[in-house]
């Protein structure tokens, strides 16, 4: 039977059946027979095929072009709108501004770590997250380099017990689980990636010399390279640091992580492992400042 073409039944002879000549034809559009009762078996049937239904990768994109709309619209409202009196309206309490506040972030730099900060709220949020980033670098698996590190961003106080605690932490069963040899380094063929950027930042205490800082952050962790094991993944995390005002900049006096706040994923392809291992080498990074 063909619903696409003809019905024909009642009391009437059908098409080699028995019965009346009494014939009734219902015709349907033709989109609406595909959509409707196509059976993909195609036209050699009388039944045009069923279209292919929408991909994953097809509605996230729509997703994606509708949450941009919005974001325009809105951002288009907020630039054209605001209060009768045409100021904006203020940030909400609790997030900082993101535009850039024109004050230079750092005067100097100790290493290769960002040195300088001033002795404010912003100075203090642009330290935590140079800061992160530096912790969360693939350097901090070599001992040298490591210690390099915690001499320019931990407060002097402290730094005995962080280079203990980490020594012990960055051990060759840790190594071994991570895919590298038990003396850090990753294995012939291979390129260690861990790579932290800080998305946002946020200080819940500030007094006289002390600053407790939290950094949203996302983070690149794996193995680069033919056949890894330990592929290269990303995470979410918020890193809270609590800063000390000392000789003249801010130094990290203790720091613990938490995993989140974490998006939803996207339909993104993921990239070879050669072209993952480019991008972290030829993408440099940043000194980050509010």
Not at 164 to 176: G, I, R
Not at 268 to 287: K, P, Q
């Amino acid at each position: 039977m063909s619903f696409g073409d003809e019905y024909e039944g009642g009391s009437g002879r059908g098409r080699g059946g028995r019965g009346g000549t009494g014939r009734t034809r219902t015709r349907l559009p033709e989109n609406e027979a595909a959509d409707t009762y196509g059976d993909g078996f195609g036209d050699g049937f009388g039944c045009p095929a069923r279209r292919p239904p929408r991909t994953s990768r097809s509605l996230v994109t729509v997703v994606g072009v509708v949450v941009l709309l919005i974001a325009a619209i809105a951002f288009a409202n907020r630039q054209g709108g605001g209060d009768s009196d045409g100021t904006a309206k203020a940030p909400r309490e609790g997030a900082a501004p993101t535009a850039a506040t024109g004050t230079k972030p750092v005067t100097g730099k100790n290493g290769t770590i960002p040195a300088g900060f001033a002795q404010d709220e912003q100075g203090a949020q642009s330290a935590a997250a140079n800061y992160a980033v530096a912790l969360g670098s693939a350097e901090m698996f070599d001992k040298a380099k490591r210690d390099e590190i915690l001499a320019a961003i931990i407060a002097p106080s402290r730094l005995k017990h962080f280079q203990s605690t980490l020594d012990k932490a960055y051990s060759p069963s840790f190594y071994e689980k991570v895919g590298l040899k038990p003396d850090g380094t990753a294995p012939e063929g291979f390129a260690f990636i861990s790579r932290t950027a800080p998305i946002g930042t946020k200080i819940t205490s500030l007094k006289d010399s002390r600053a407790t800082v939290e950094v949203w952050c996302a983070g690149l962790f794996g193995l680069a390279g033919e056949g890894s094991t330990k592929p290269v993944t990303n995470g979410w995390f918020t890193i809270t640091m609590e800063l000390e005002w000392v000789d003249g900049d801010w130094r990290t006096v203790t720091h613990s992580q938490k995993e989140g706040p974490a998006p939803v994923g996207g339909d993104t392809r993921a990239s070879s492992a050669e072209e993952i291992t480019d991008a972290v080498t030829g993408f440099g990074g940043f000194t980050y400042a509010r």
